[in-house]
């Protein structure tokens, strides 16, 4: 099924910015690369283009495969395609790797201009303000004044939604989604944890591990294997794993039930292939997200001037970004008669379910999209 | 959350021409903001735009009468009217509609006094129990099934049926004021003894 409305194989492409980023933070980024992937074809009067930002590990390779036989297709393989409920038939499709990333665009783990050497720790702290500012630099580069849609989830629902706010003119539909206007003290507080687990490896050095030729794997791996909890619900790990048992019960501390087997292949998957500077930086954008702050807490005043009309959806067990969160933005929204439609997907799979081709929630993606003029 | 049943009955009286529709677009005024709760398929909603230029936000539990809004372009937002409208802000509405969805309400008093808290003035329509077929039915010894009322006593999504008297009662009761109230048969106005020759009941009420 998703090998017929695959958009084939994609080949990433890269945008060079020699214009200085002011970030959030006050530093400077005097010059960029973001790399980025499209699908579909741009139309004539450049109205249909969908810019899909990512969560917390995602990347730019959104759809297709970079060869026939890769194992994996991109990671919203799928929602992206033609004929899929965003139809690259109809749209002109853009995911990118965000600033601060590990995947190609400027990091960490990238080459500092004119030292050689990896940024490392010295690469700035990066917010979604400062990766929305960032986008909108490739739409430019793109020629693209004004997108069709933004659409995220996670992470990247907060992307869409800081888009609403700084770029109001600049896109006609926000799809937000399993997000939050900011994170609860407890959510912050699994950050937290993650980031602990990776500066205290004794191979983190400080953020600058390249120079010592080290990967704080460990730290890495319980970060990973703390957010994976997260992102399931306790129904969906009890129904993937309950308490079942390995092999047989050995009385050590290897593993004896299914559910760690699953976390230690994630975690192990997760630092061998992640960096972990990379993963700081996105869960602090992740906590620094609060657009209500400078205005008194009052969500209401900060989408005063939004224009964008709204879906917001959210999944019923997803506790970690929960529908409460989720119908704050609607009830902002609504305080400013915009536009907006929400819906609470009856789903298992907890804050996961993002990612997942439920088929309500695929059809609401589907028919909120094709509604879209371009 | 169960969406199993479906509590919205907005197609019970599907004539060609809704009169039902045509009443409450009458004390709906021109341009005016509109929330619509247990909105079915939002086709009241779709009405009220075309005819009125009304805006309008739909309010829907099931999942599929939630997609065929969203399908009829009208704002529909997810969310169990039992839970009351905590998402909506005081007066933040000119009219709040609860179209033949009362009966099949739980917390019936809580949600009246949520519209009236959220709507400057609200519409409630509900199929009246007293209306003479129905009384026809209980006196012959079963419970009523008709056009206004599809189910049979162990099926039924409604909980909370009443007659006209019963709800006038109601409204006297929590000082509501009953603004406007009108009263229909399979599409025609019923002027005389309403509450026995009435078929569906609508009231145009407001906080006192």
């Known amino acids: 099924m998703s090998e017929i409305n695959s958009v084939g194989i994609v080949a ?25 992937e499209t699908y579909g074809t741009l139309n004539a009067t450049k109205s249909n283009a969908v810019l899909i930002c ?16 890769d194992k994996y297709a991109g990671w919203w393989d799928n929602l992206v395609g033609p004929n899929k409920p965003l139809d690259t038939n109809k749209f002109f499709v853009i995911g990118l790797n965000n600033l601060g990333g590990c995947h190609g665009s400027s990091g960490p783990s990238s080459i500092k201009p004119k030292s050689k050497k990896p940024y490392g720790a010295s690469f700035p702290i990066v917010t979604v303000e400062d990766w929305v500012n960032s986008q909108a ?14 659409i995220g989830g996670s992470l990247g629902g907060m992307q869409a939604l800081q888009w609403t706010i700084a770029h109001p003119a600049r896109l006609k539909h926000a799809l937000v ?3 939050a206007p900011n994170l609860t003290a407890q959510n912050m507080a699994f950050n937290e944890v993650a980031r602990q687990a990776i500066i205290t490896d004794p191979e983190f050095y400080g953020g600058d591990y390249y120079a010592h030729k080290t990967v704080p794997r460990r730290g890495l791996r319980i970060a990973r294997m703390l957010g994976h909890i997260t992102y399931l619900s306790d129904d969906a790990m009890g129904e993937k794993f309950g308490r ?3 092999d047989k019960i050995k009385y050590s501390f290897d593993v004896e ?16 292939e992640f960096d972990a500077n990379t993963y700081l930086r996105m869960t602090r954008a992740l906590d620094y997200y ?8 009052d969500l209401s005043k900060a989408l005063a001037q939004v224009k964008a009309e709204f879906l917001v959806v959210s999944f019923t067990s997803d506790w970690r970004f929960s529908p409460d969160r989720s119908r704050e933005i609607v009830k902002a929204l609504l305080d400013n008669e915009r536009t907006v439609s929400y819906a609470e997907v009856t789903a298992l799979h907890g804050h996961d379910a993002f990612l997942m081709p439920d088929a309500h929630y695929h059809a609401i993606l589907r028919a909120y999209l094709q509604k879209i003029e371009t | 959350m169960s969406n199993n049943v479906n509590i919205t009955n907005t197609n019970v009286l599907n004539a060609k021409f809704r009169q039902d529709f045509a009443i409450i677009a009458g004390w709906v005024g021109f341009g005016s903001k509109v929330l619509d709760l247990g909105c079915g398929d939002g086709e009241l909603l779709v009405y009220l735009r075309d005819a009125l230029e009304a805006k309008g936000y739909g309010v829907e539990k099931d999942d599929a009468h939630w997609l065929a809004c969203l399908k009829n372009g009208t704002n529909v937002i997810q969310m169990d009217l039992e839970d009351g409208l905590s998402g909506f802000e005081d007066q933040s509405f000119d009219t709040v509609i609860l179209s033949q969805t009362l009966q099949a309400m739980h917390n019936t008093e809580e949600i009246v006094q949520e519209m009236l808290r959220v709507g400057k003035e609200i519409i409630v329509t509900f199929p009246n129990f007293g209306y003479w077929r129905n009384r026809m039915q209980i006196t012959a010894g079963n419970m009523p099934v008709s056009k206004t009322l599809p189910y049979q006593w162990f099926d039924t999504p409604n909980v909370h049926l009443c007659t006209i008297n019963d709800f006038d009662e109601f409204c ?6 009953v603004i406007e109230r009108k009263v229909i048969t399979d599409g025609e106005e019923v002027g005389f003894m309403p509450n026995l020759l009435g078929n569906l009941a609508m009231y145009r009420l407001k906080a006192n």
């Open chain 1, 12 to 36: 990433p492409q890269t945008a060079h910015f020699s214009e200085p980023l002011t970030l959030k933070s006050g530093e400077i980024l005097p010059q960029f690369d973001l790399v980025y």
């Open chain 1, 54 to 69: 990512h969560a917390l590990s995602g990347n730019h390779h959104v759809a297709g495969k970079y060869n026939t036989d």
């Open chain 1, 137 to 150: 630099r490739l739409l430019d580069y793109l020629g693209i004044e004004t997108l069709a849609a933004v």
């Open chain 1, 177 to 179: 989604i399993a997000s």
């Open chain 1, 244 to 246: 079942k048992i390995k």
């Open chain 1, 257 to 272: 039930f299914e559910m760690e087997s699953y976390l230690r292949y994630q975690g192990d998957k997760f630092a061998g």
């Open chain 1, 290 to 297: 609060d657009p209500a702050l400078e205005f008194g807490g």
């Open chain 2, 172 to 177: 006297n009761n929590h000082k509501i004021t």
